[in-house]
């Protein structure tokens, strides 16, 4: 059964860093495609980066140049960096895997997800 579990998110004043970590287990990890998503309060889940089996990255447009998703196949672990905050990047960050080794910007192409880390950035 694959599991996914983000950490790493927390409190951070507004022009700060973060980096979330999310480690998988169960599954053939080198050859998923991965994202980040995040949800804010009262609001529906958007993408926020992907990265394919071979480091490949997509973002939104809003978050390119600030934030940047990487991963280590070795570690089964997929990280997303955070720089230059907003208190709107404030929301729950979860962590996806999709059975496919492509990168992807919906929710509908992902299959697993974690349980979710916090991101709050204070103004």
């Known amino acids: 059964q694959v599991q996914l579990v983000e950490s790493g998110g927390g409190l951070v004043q507004a022009g700060g860093s973060l980096r979330l970590s999310c480690v998988a287990s169960g599954s053939t990890f080198s050859s998923n495609g991965m994202g980040w998503f995040r949800q804010a309060p009262g609001m529906g889940r958007e993408f926020v980066a992907g990265?394919?089996?071979?480091?490949?990255?997509i973002y939104t447009d809003s978050e390119k140049g600030r934030f940047t998703i990487s991963r280590d196949n070795a570690k089964n672990t997929v990280y997303l960096r955070m720089n230059s905050l907003k208190p709107e990047d404030t929301a729950v960050y979860f962590c996806a895997l999709r059975r496919f080794p492509a990168a992807a910007h919906t929710i509908q192409a992902y299959d697993y997800w974690g349980q979710g880390t916090q991101v709050t950035v204070s103004s």
């Open positions: 990265i394919s089996w071979s480091g490949s990255t």
